[in-house]
């Protein structure tokens, strides 16, 4: 019982955590306190104040607004990458872990080689043969998340598929499409989930990495990555510049785990 | 046996590494003679060039030109900066090496150290608190970990002074002093991660029959533990080691940013704006060539130091 509420708690936790930056970002897309491109030269650097709650930045915007909509672009971005690669990660998982054969062998070798590669290599190599931007590097990204989701769910497929279950099904003279569908991706949900979660927080630091490098999001899209590089020229003037989208990146990223170690 | 078909298998994927990096970078739009001459050169100019860069062969012709260059070191002529490749690089290559090295060095002394000091105090105030802590300095970004080094460790303390990056020819005790601070941001992450990884494992083994035979055998405590439960607890942290390793050096490239190291990353996102290719390419294969072989080394250890998997 006490292992319950402990266990509860640390979801909640996460919850709680993922909202205090998630449901600003989901706010940001539609509406934020000021204009988050609007240069006021008399507000450059200002501090906190009850009008800017986190302050401007060195251009005079509002620091709030542009949290909250760097936010919205970076979930966006994570949520796009984790979906693409999970939806053509389970298509491939699926296939080559049902019927193996040569082509999944080929496959699993060229996903072997994919990931052993860092996340942020791959995500860098496909910025370079794209080029930055906001969709770009989505899509970037989805390509580089393909493997690990079609590895987990290849896994999944070749476990349940001998299972007795799924023999029954097949001897009642089921297709095979109604047998992967029906019988097995259900049960490769609690994988997949986790799955999505890790993958998400390895978007959001991928994307931000990317930004911060300048090869990313490109202004006039806010980006937290973005805001990071641009606060370091004035760290020492304004370590909160730096500081505030830095916490909303670790509270992003450590609530959505803390949700992770729960679904295990 | 075994080792020599993974020597043979990694050769084959860093070929197969360079041939895709390669036709990837061949393919895309974009003209490199276009990239160097600007908008404004006349079509003849432009002929010239390309024929002078060899882009208007055949592309099996130019990969044959380009894997015979590398196999001899020779990675091409850079578009933008006009030097061979190799020279731009090469001594890039020993930074970036030496930070991933250094990083690699702090995270196993932090991991090894504060998870053998859960093991001991598993209940412990303290022990909680390492792994409270944990899971936060697990979800920080390396370089926004830079940046709090900078403000607290540079700015606040003095201890070092940011942007003052002194070259390893120049002076390589100032040079490592230097190198420890991106080296601290980048191995924090992964030494959490080691962190969990091996206290997992040790309180996993502590409970093993094998454990409590050795126990009765009347061995000491420390005994048991440092002979037995730590060996078998860090079999599958040398799996993540490999990881980890690859994994920092894809961190150096960006932490040389916070930092202002004039080192690979900084050659490889300049020429990536420029559309420099030859250089791209190169920076991407000398990576993958030093992923593919640090996991190969991790293999190798592996069999070594775990007998089961011979």
């Known amino acids: 019982m006490n292992l319950r509420i402990k266990k509860n708690a640390n979801s909640i936790m996460g919850i709680v955590l993922t909202a205090i930056v998630v449901i600003p970002a989901i706010i940001g897309i539609f509406w934020t306190p000021y204009d988050p491109e609007t240069i006021n030269g008399s507000l450059k650097l200002a501090g906190a104040s009850w009008a800017h709650p986190f302050g401007c930045d060195n251009f005079g915007r509002d620091i709030l607004s542009r949290i909250m909509l760097g936010s919205s672009t970076t979930f966006l971005i994570g949520m796009g990458t984790v979906i693409g690669g999970a939806v053509v990660g389970t298509l491939v998982g699926a296939l080559t872990g049902f019927y193996g054969g040569v082509i999944d062998e080929v496959l699993m070798r060229f996903n072997d080689v994919m990931l052993s590669f860092p996340s942020l290599l791959l995500a860098l190599t496909f910025v370079a043969i794209f080029g930055p931007g906001k969709y770009r590097v989505m899509w970037a990204l989805a390509i580089a998340f393909v493997p690990s989701f079609a590895r987990i769910i290849r896994a999944e497929f070749k476990r349940v598929k001998n299972m007795d279950y799924v023999k029954a099904a097949r001897l009642s003279g089921a297709s095979d499409f109604r047998i992967m569908y029906v019988h097995i991706l259900p049960n490769t949900v609690k994988v997949l989930i986790n799955a999505v979660l890790i993958g998400f927080n390895n978007a959001v630091l991928a994307e931000a990495g990317l930004s911060f490098l300048g090869i990313g999001v490109q202004p006039p899209d806010a980006s937290l990555g973005r805001m990071l590089s641009d606060s370091q020229t004035y760290l020492f003037t304004k370590p909160s510049y730096a500081i505030i989208p830095g916490m909303a990146i670790i509270v992003m990223v450590l609530g959505v785990s803390m949700i992770g170690k729960e679904v295990e | ?310």
Not at chain 2, 82 to 92: N, Q
Not at chain 2, 145 to 156: A, H, P, R, V
Not at chain 2, 221 to 246: D, E, W
Request: proline share 5%; aromatic share 10%; charged share 15%.
């Open chain 2, 1 to 310: 046996m075994k080792i020599l078909k993974k020597i043979v298998s990694s050769i084959l994927v860093v070929l197969v590494v360079s041939t895709l990096v390669f036709v990837a970078f061949s393919v895309i739009p974009g003209d490199p003679a276009v990239a160097k001459l600007g908008t404004m050169a006349t079509p003849e100019q432009l002929e010239n060039l390309r024929q002078a860069m060899g882009l208007t062969d055949p592309l099996p012709v130019r990969y044959v030109h380009w894997v015979l260059g590398v196999l001899q070191g020779d990675f091409g002529t850079s578009y933008s900066y006009g030097i061979p490749v190799t020279d731009l690089i090469a001594d890039k290559l020993p930074v970036t090496v030496t930070m991933a090295i250094i990083s690699m060095f702090i995270m196993i002394v932090l991991a090894v150290v504060l998870a053998i000091y859960s093991a001991y105090h598993e209940h412990s105030l303290l022990g909680r608190a390492i792994g409270v802590i944990n899971q936060v300095i697990m979800s920080i970004p390396p370089f926004f970990g830079g940046i709090i080094i900078t403000l607290i460790f540079g700015l606040t303390f003095k201890l070092f002074s940011p942007g003052g990056y002194i070259s390893y020819d120049i002076n390589l005790g100032k040079f490592i002093g230097y190198m420890i601070w991106p080296a601290i941001a980048i191995a924090l992450p992964k030494a959490s991660m080691a962190y969990s990884l091996l206290l997992s494992g040790l309180i996993g083994e502590k409970k093993k029959d094998y454990v409590r035979t050795a126990y009765s055998r009347g061995n000491s405590s420390k005994a048991v533990f440092y002979r037995h439960i730590l060996k078998n607890a860090c079999i599958p942290v040398i799996t993540f080691l490999g990881m980890a390793f690859a994994d920092m050096i894809a961190g150096t490239l960006v932490i040389e940013q916070v930092f202002g190291i004039p080192g690979l990353g900084m050659i490889l996102l300049t020429s990536i704006q420029n559309r420099d290719y030859p250089v791209v390419e190169a920076i991407i294969v000398c990576i993958a060539v030093l992923v593919i072989f640090s996991n190969l080394l991790v293999d190798i250890l592996y069999k070594v130091v775990d007998p089961r998997t011979r």
